[in-house]
């Protein structure tokens, strides 16, 4: 890197070594993972039997009410993509026979929870939403929910929009990822921490939301609440590029930095501090009426980890007391049983020292549990058995691009995947002396996404950190778990809201 290219990384604030690095990904690509299988029920998806059910449902609280839990919320992106296509007749010709996305739109306007909102605002124009609909004046509806001068919703997260409607009022994902946390997140001292990542735009009203509605939920449950932000930091962006891997520059001469996914927010997971951590995306929630299951798989989940974490820390302890055949025996069932780890054919052959060295690297590591629903269809990282440099075989969430689909097996496998993983996870970060672990150490940096963009007319490469549930969390120790698809309801367009799950 010449000293120019250098001193200018530096003007930005940026890390000239961790550039570096970056454009050599461009150049020289990500490799493929090693898949051995597909992880199926009864090899890597572990289904919980009614009795398994039971008993986690039935030792979760009193485990849960002596360790610190805390529910962590990616909700930092704008809700523009939500309504791509209502901005796009919003700029068109107005009209609505080429779009039958909002002709759904327009024909159920009155099932969405802004509607009483969206009115108000027509009213205050001198208009309404009948008189708009009869007049076929599409374009005043859609600019009074999108655009600033009304409800801002084309600008706003989608932890703000008011996706639920009930008897009393109207909620959003913030909101009802409040009352999850009282039925699924209740820790130590009757406290619930919930963390959200905001961007900084959003930050200030997102606050405001919360502090409106807060006190009446801790009234009624009679629990407190802990609630904590953060913003995706801008250490974590990543160089943008031309097409032959040179940096992308902005027109004022200065290089242009992506934010870089998800995987971005390991630093701030790194940051918080629990014995339990539920991670689950803002947007998918539901109302009251259909919580009940994931309330329970949620705290079935989070019981099954307490209990495979006492078993590691104890495996951990012993082999710390003493090196011999039954603390190393006790310590292979736990990482093959408990945490489903496959170690290779040639294990058996080690010395005692060598086994307990082994067993000590495997399971001293942050565990995490991921619900996994049958694939129907909808995106999704997946279930997969791969080997890694040493021989063991661990359990991955792998996304389509880092499989090679060129290979007859890895392809093979792919398509005899079963299940996905709907970002449904439940972490466990301290280790068996109860320190933070740095989460940072567990990453796999080779398993980033190139993608293609373009700006201001120009195309360009960017990079995508590891995915804070792909490659972010390789080193992870992981179990799957299959969960009942109700538990999995993502908005991903606006029209989402009219299934009955959101109804």
Request: glycine fraction near 8%.
């Amino acid at each position: 890197m010449d000293a120019g290219l250098k001193s200018k990384i530096l003007s930005q604030g940026m890390n000239p070594d961790t550039v570096a690095q970056q454009i050599q990904h461009f150049e020289n690509g990500f490799p493929f993972l090693n898949i051995t299988a597909p992880a199926t029920p009864g090899d890597g998806i572990k289904v919980l039997s009614d009795k398994e059910l039971r008993h986690f449902l039935m030792t979760y609280p009193e485990k849960a009410s002596k360790v610190e839990v805390l529910k962590f919320v990616p909700a930092s992106g704008a809700a523009s993509r939500m309504f791509k296509d209502l901005f796009a007749f919003l700029e068109g010709d107005g009209d609505i026979s080429k779009s039958a996305f909002v002709q759904k739109f327009m024909n159920n306007i009155e099932k969405f929870a802004f509607y009483e909102d969206l009115d108000e605002v027509l009213e205050g124009q001198g208009s309404s939403i009948y008189h708009a609909l009869d007049t076929k004046d599409y374009k005043s509806i859609l600019a009074a929910l999108l655009l600033d001068e009304g409800l801002g919703y084309g600008n706003l997260p989608k932890g703000l929009l008011k996706f639920h409607r009930y008897k009393d009022g109207r909620r959003t994902p913030a909101y009802e990822h409040l009352i999850e946390g009282v039925q699924y997140a209740v820790g130590k001292g009757s406290i619930v921490k919930i963390h959200f990542t905001v961007s900084p735009e959003h930050a200030p009203k997102f606050k405001a939301e919360i502090e409106k509605i807060l006190p009446e939920i801790e009234k009624e449950f009679g629990v407190n609440f802990e609630i904590s932000y953060s913003q995706q930091k801008k250490s974590t962006d990543t160089i943008a590029v031309n097409t032959d891997n040179t940096p992308f520059l902005e027109e004022d001469g200065s290089i242009l930095f992506r934010p870089a996914g998800h995987g971005a927010l390991l630093e701030n997971l790194n940051d918080v501090s629990a014995d339990l951590i539920f991670i689950k995306n803002v947007d998918n929630v539901v109302p009251d009426r259909l919580k009940g299951e994931t309330k329970t798989y949620k705290m079935a989940i989070g019981g099954m980890l307490l209990e495979a974490q006492e078993k590691v820390f104890a495996a951990l302890s012993d082999l710390d007391k003493r090196e011999n055949e039954q603390s190393v025996a006790k310590a292979e069932e736990v990482l093959t049983n408990d945490l489903g780890v496959k170690v290779p054919e040639d294990f058996s052959h080690l010395s005692i020292e060598a086994k307990a060295a082994f067993l000590k690297v495997k399971l001293d590591r942050p565990i995490r549990i991921c619900g996994m629903v049958k694939n129907t269809g909808e995106p999704g990282g997946g279930p997969f058995w791969v080997m890694e440099e040493d021989g063991f075989q661990s359990l991955q969430i792998l996304e389509t691009a880092q499989i090679d689909l060129n290979d007859p097996a890895a392809k093979e496998h792919f398509k005899a995947a079963t299940h996905f993983n709907p970002v449904d996870l439940v972490c466990a970060t301290r280790n068996y002396k109860g320190e933070s672990f740095d989460l940072l150490q567990y990453r796999d940096m080779m398993t980033g996404f190139i993608t293609e963009k373009s700006k201001s007319g120009k195309d360009l490469k960017a990079l995508e950190l590891p995915g804070l549930w792909n490659g972010a969390m390789a080193g992870w120790n992981t179990i799957f778990v299959e969960v009942p698809l109700i538990t999995f309801n993502p908005v991903k367009t606006v029209n989402d809201l009219l299934r009955d799950e959101h109804q």
